[in-house]
């Protein structure tokens, strides 16, 4: 998840009869960073994910972080920052483009269902 000098970060997405390896770009990215989830996003495998994904969360959450990588400053992607993001209490609504602050247990947040201490 660090953001800085990775020239060749990659991310392997698998399922069993399809593959993709991921750089950054690939779905958006702004910088020399990927967010893996627990979903595929790559647009070739989306046919492969389970319908309940969408009843879990994994979608708010992956943009929620996307967006912390988005919008943080150059070089600060650190252990503090992805502290600091995991265990945040805020989250990102992709569709209408607006954080939600201090919302704790909110579908999009990423601890909401794991802990971070």
């Known amino acids: 998840m660090r953001r800085?000098?990775?020239q060749f970060l990659k991310s392997f997405l698998i399922e069993i009869n399809?593959?993709?390896l991921r750089v950054p770009g690939d779905v958006?990215?702004?910088g020399p960073w990927v967010?893996?989830?627990n979903h595929l996003v790559y647009p070739s495998l989306q046919a492969d994910n389970p319908f309940w994904l969408t009843f879990i969360g994994?979608?708010?959450?992956?943009?929620t972080?996307?967006?912390?990588?988005?919008?943080?400053?150059s070089n600060s992607v650190d252990f503090n920052f992805a502290k600091n993001m995991f265990a945040s209490n805020d989250w990102y609504d992709a569709v209408a483009k607006q954080w939600h602050y201090n919302e704790p247990g909110a579908p999009g947040t990423s601890n909401n269902h794991?802990?971070?201490s």
Do not use: C, I
């Not at 994994?58 to 943009?63: E, N």
């Open 4 to 6: 800085g000098t990775f």
């Open 18 to 20: 399809h593959y993709n």
């Open 28 to 30: 958006g990215e702004t």
């Open 35 to 37: 967010v893996q989830t």
């Open 58 to 63: 994994t979608h708010p959450r992956y943009d």
């Open 65 to 73: 972080v996307f967006q912390f990588l988005k919008e943080a400053a």
């Open 114 to 116: 794991t802990s971070v």
